[in-house]
């Protein structure tokens, strides 16, 4: 895959986003905080696609799934985190999801929303799928791997880093939900490399919706925990289904 003809296709309906925000709110946008989060998801993606083999995981080399990829990119996603900690003073624990303490009243609607998710991906794996059996790798990865990975880096670091660009704008918040919901779902649907480009609609339309949903319980909950159990859950039981 192409990353740097793929990645500005990925960006540009949120940089649009956000241009049309700054234009009819006349609010400030830090585009410093996004430029940051772009060259955070370049080196986050370049990790998944083209980390050279992991010590110690050899056995995981040649199956199913990129093993080495999405470990070294928890890892880099992780270093990441620590560095900009440090090197500023706005990404806080709380900032970014890392917390186990859930807000107010937030539990019961969280489980709403992920029994919607749970519901959905049954409901089109029983009218469209055609599952085999999963084998035990691909249990274990679904229920480990793209939760820890893709809410460490989406509903963590940069949703943080959106909302840090846009702290002046009515409902920051909000609107850096759904610019990382966008690349969330751009991410999963649009690839473009030597072969050609490669768009799938029904992906766009069903990790959007996924992605949202996920936000939901992330801004709700103000943690990635939920979300994390959430998007495991929903891996493994779209799996389960044959």
Known sequence: MDLFISMPIWWGPVVGLLMVLQFIGKDTIDWRWIGGAVAAFSVYSMVVFWAPPLEGIALLENTQYNWTGKIAAIITTILMILVLKRATGWLTNERLGLTLKQ?????GPALIATGAMVALVTTLQLLFGNNEPPSTETLLYQATIPGIDEELLFRGLLLALVAAALENVKHGWRWAGVA???IFAFGHSFFFSTDGSQFDLVALIFTGILGALMM???????SIALPLVAHNLTNVVNKLIV
């Open 103 to 107: 807000n107010e009243g937030s539990i």
């Open 216 to 222: 939901y319980i992330r801004l709700r909950t103000g």
């Open 180 to 182: 990382v919901t966008i």
